[in-house]
């Protein structure tokens, strides 16, 4: 059968992609936008740590660890504990609005006086930063990220949200002083009416999801940094296997691109979908990228994983990833809150439902990579409130 019409059918898939290439050779991402990114992560270091308290032990670098989980026997990378916002768009959100801070402050004559970034902690700076307005669509933790970093610089931020995002979400955005808007439509659409709503205005930026090479640049940066926290360097006898979340594809874009580049053949790549928005997989095997979304193959992108309710994926990173991911991999909505209710039962480890869909690939990627270290990449779920986690977890 087609594996289009696999998807049709919303089974949970495990598909092995014919177009990746096993001796990664195609890059075509400006690399030299990931040394950038790097660079000047590291020269907002002074500011964030001085801003955000949890940041200071790793000297404002926003990072998470790794930690073992015993019975599944895998390794988890911890994108829930980031500071900051708690999820995989700390990375991203967050260093694109440094992009923007950085572009503005240097058209101003005082610039030049800046020698520790630290100082953008100043009035006379976020009084600067309040003339404009950073614009973005989300399914809630992107709006998240950039709405806490954008509010402590002192920029105005709006967020247009999903009708799937979660409220809790939306009443923290509120909480920072973020404008948001709420959307009958999808993610889709609270992308499009921010863009269209940031065009209005010369001091308004848009950060665009579906089209940004500065968030897939900071996403990619976390790659470079998993190198010194493996515990031992991956070969291609006994692989690095990274199982990873997809919605619009930003995120795990950046990080398989980056892996990638870092452990070429060493490394295997599996990005996992709800099969009711699986817009990447479809978007790559059908060769028509963003130019399909889900609807098309009668799909609802209705799902519990609300950060991944993207019915079609960003207009670039497709073809980016095509020749990079090993198993493209579908999950249902039952299992996903199956293994949120696993994780927190057998170790007291909350993780949001679009954050364990690496899990649901697991024992398929170790049938095949038996001599492989296995690393889920947890994606979100430090922020969400213990009221919702009771929900979560309730037995329904
Ligand atoms: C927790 C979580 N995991 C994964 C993703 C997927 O990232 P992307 O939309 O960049 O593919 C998101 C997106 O918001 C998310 O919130």
């Excluded at 509010?151 to 409220?167: E, I, N, P, T």
């Excluded at 790659?223 to 926290?229: K, S, Y």
């Excluded at 209705?302 to 991944?308: E, F, S, Y």
Aim: with cysteine; aromatic share 10%.
């Amino acid at each position: 059968m087609q594996i289009v019409e696999m998807l049709k059918m919303r089974k949970k898939l495990f598909f092995e992609s014919p177009y990746v290439e096993q001796v990664p050779k195609t890059f075509r991402f400006d690399e030299q936008l990931i040394d950038e990114a790097e660079e000047r992560l590291k020269r907002f270091a002074p500011y964030i740590a001085k801003v955000f308290e949890r940041t200071k032990e790793l000297d404002g670098l926003i990072e998470s660890p790794i930690t073992f989980y015993e019975p599944n026997h895998v390794y988890i990378k911890r994108d829930d504990q980031l500071p900051i916002s708690g999820s995989i768009k700390a990375r991203g959100g967050i260093y694109e609005v440094l992009v923007i801070a950085e572009m503005i402050a240097k058209q101003q004559p005082e610039f030049t006086h800046v020698t520790n970034y630290e100082a953008f902690h100043q009035p006379f700076w976020k009084e600067l930063f309040g003339e404009y307005t950073i614009v973005v669509g989300s399914t809630g933790n992107l709006g998240l990220s950039i709405g806490v970093i954008g509010a402590a610089l002192g920029f105005q931020v709006v967020v247009h949200m999903s009708h799937d995002a979660k409220v809790w979400k939306k009443q923290l955005l509120k909480k920072h002083g973020v404008t948001v808007i709420e959307h009958v439509g999808d993610y889709s659409k609270a992308v499009a009416q921010g863009r269209e709503e940031a065009r209005a205005t010369a001091t308004s930026y848009f950060i665009d999801d579906e089209n940004s090479k500065w968030l897939f640049s900071g996403y990619a940066v976390a790659a470079r940094r998993l190198v010194g926290q493996l515990p031992k360097r991956p070969t291609v006898i006994n692989p690095l296997v990274v199982y990873i979340p997809c919605g619009v594809g930003g995120g795990p874009g950046g990080v398989i691109y980056g892996l990638k580049k870092c452990f070429g053949e060493a490394v295997k790549c599996v990005i996992v979908e709800p099969i009711d928005s699986p817009c990447m997989f479809l978007g790559i095997v059908s060769r028509q990228y963003d130019q399909i979304e889900v609807a098309d193959i009668g799909l609802t992108n209705r799902t519990v994983a609300d950060g991944l309710a993207v019915g079609r994926a960003s207009q670039f990173v497709g073809r980016i990833i095509e020749p990079l991911v090993d198993v493209f991999a579908t999950v249902s909505d039952d299992e996903l809150m199956m293994w949120v209710k696993e994780l927190h039962a057998k170790r007291q480890l909350f993780l949001e439902p679009s954050a364990v869909a690496g899990f649901s690939a697991l024992q398929r990627g170790k049938e095949k990579w038996p001599n492989g270290t296995h690393l889920v990449w947890a994606t979100g779920g430090g922020l969400v409130p213990d009221s919702e986690k009771k929900n979560y977890l309730a037995d329904k």
